[in-house]
């Protein structure tokens, strides 16, 4: 019975190398997947080619290199950060559109109310907001609608 052979320090960094290219790079056989996450004996053999280049020493950069060349950019990933990027400022800009027309729509009734006079008891943080310091906000908010 042979005793189990002890990994290296070098066999080691590979392994983790290896397994963070494979849980960050898209998967070429699973669209929208990693290569760690995709179910395809595709990927096994992609995750054990992964680890042979990192136990040859290549760096991430060699590697990922590799892969791109091999599968190339579009389905390695390229496109897809780039498209992730997009969606990631459009959400932005769509969320920021959001607050500002609900921050409108709550402060105008209490401008409104503020400005006859009514609901001082149940308005009154807002009681102690003049009139200019209202418009002012709203000019602002107009000016912040029209980006």
């Known amino acids: 019975m042979s005793s189990p052979v002890t990994p290296t320090p070098a066999d080691l960094q590979a392994e983790s190398l290896a397994r963070d290219i494979a849980a960050e790079m898209p998967s070429p056989y699973c669209p929208g997947r990693s290569i760690a996450s995709c179910p395809t004996q595709a990927a096994r053999e992609l995750e054990d080619d992964i680890l042979g280049l990192a136990k040859q020493g290549q760096d991430r950069e060699q590697i990922e290199t590799a892969l791109v060349s091999r599968f190339g950019e579009e389905k390695m990933g390229a496109a897809q950060q780039s498209e992730i990027l997009v969606a990631i400022i459009l959400g932005a800009v769509l969320a920021l559109a959001m607050i500002v027309v609900f921050a409108r729509k709550w402060l105008r009734p ?3 109310q503020a400005a006859s006079g009514e609901g001082a008891k149940s308005s009154a943080p807002l009681a102690k907001v003049s009139a200019d310091e209202l418009d002012r906000l709203e000019d602002e908010l107009d000016e912040i ?3």
């Open 145 to 147: 609608d029209g980006i």
């Open 110 to 112: 209490a401008a409104a």
